[in-house]
């Protein structure tokens, strides 16, 4: 019984109380199954779930909750698959499930595959989730490896939980920066030194070789011309660069979102337009103003320059309109530590759009990482980019490290610790599991163990099992929880739960017979189905973080 399944039986019982008369109820006041919470207790000795649904009901039931709890529990006793039911403290209802019941969970696991943990307690929501949004000033860094991480993981939780989500990546490919860019290859491709204030470092010096070798004309160009080269062409590599990067960190972007493309399509000056229209901007001192102190900002914002050159935060609120005309309703935005000046700017903008910034828009902000105990800056010649990290330690290692942390908390990584294969690397740990449960099924077969010749799920009796299925039962509520806390970490540190107790199951009960004379009986077949079941919800965990499920290693 799957806890999706124990709350509608639970949903039943009050909706018989209410109809009966016995619960002074109209059956349209009992919660709706999606509103009946069914978790874990905190002590196995508790039993396998509990509800609080007798203290959410007391108050309009007109009647204390322990005592409607008692009113409910001999009801939900005679639901199929039920034990016992025992009320606790104010009204708790901790229920213990038969044998048969818990065990029935490994066989809908396995026969829902890939769908299992899936749910849609964010269905009919339309979100873009914007993360990265680099500068195509240079390779991805550091910084970017984070939101990267936890972007793509919260994208496919997000899909996951029923959302119907976009990912984007926002191209800062207009402004200052550019010419900045443009000035540094050009003068790598004439063998000068980077001009101060320039970036550098070898992808600039491979960079002037590649313009150069698209431009072979390239410094015979007069200065402007050359320099537009240099912008245009390095830009177009350098994104191309990034996205290759994040392809091999299993990250792709259903939308690759261009800044320029606004400014030259007028959109900038249409937003202020807009904005004008709606009675949020002024002028004042020759500049064009946004009133963003109307909606809780600390000063009010430039969209325009006296000097007629529109700032960032005037593309910034023609990207929001954007997203807003694309039929987004909900805009999430993650950000590096640095942009903690942004949030209030950015919900601003969506008041001044005529968005609820409570609803409408939602701000991220990611904590710094170190590696090695230094901090990583792009313009440092000797920067580690996630190119040079993929190298040296992988994707897999990466992803999940940053994923089992929340996003507020700074971390410092160890790369030899994160390359090394032991159980003291949580990747390695949960990633054996899943090989180990391939490895089981796969001798399983070679000694005639087959799912298929039988399943009795009454015989998955044994403690470890019991704690088990209570785990894999969890999983649907972690990816639901992790997905609308916007906390991946919830599905890593399930996992690492889930293949300890695989572990010791894995100690302690056989899937295989002992030897060739040892006859196979359903015990085997049952104990293979849970081993299955193990393997799927690993390799579901996994999947939704962006990490691989390695059949062996």
Known sequence: MTPEQLAAAIHAVLTEAAASGDLALAEADVPAVEALRVERPRSREHGDWASNVAMQLAKRAGMPPRRLAELVSPRLEDVAGVAAVDVAGPGFLNITLDAASAGELARSIVEAGPAYGRNDTMAGRIINLEFVSANPTGPLHIGHTRWAALGDALHRLLAASGADVTAEHYTNDAGAQTMRLATSVLARARGEEVPEGGYAGDYVDALAEQVQQARPDLLSLPEEEALEVCRDTGMALQVAANEQTLTDFHVTFDVWFSEKSLHDAGAVAQAVDRLREQGHVYDADGAVWLRTTDFGDDKDRVLIRANGEPTYFAADCAYYLSKKDRGFPEKVYMLGADHHGYVGRLKAIAACAGDDPETNIEVLIG?????????????????????????????????????????????????????????????FYVQYAHARTCNVARLAGEDGVRREDGFDPALLDHPTESVLLAALGDFPRVVAQAAQLREPHRVARYLEDLAGHFHKWYDECRVRPMSAEEEITDLHRTRLWLNDAMRQVLANGLDLLGVSAPERM
């Open 367 to 427: 904590q710094l990482i170190n590696i090695s105990g230094e901090r990583m800056g792009r313009r440092r010649g000797n920067a580690v980019y996630l190119s040079d990290l993929l190298d040296w330690i992988g994707a897999d290692p990466i992803r999940y490290s940053l994923g089992r942390f929340p996003a507020d908390t700074p971390l410092d990584l160890d790369g030899e610790e994160l390359r090394k294969r032991s159980n003291d690397n949580p990747v």
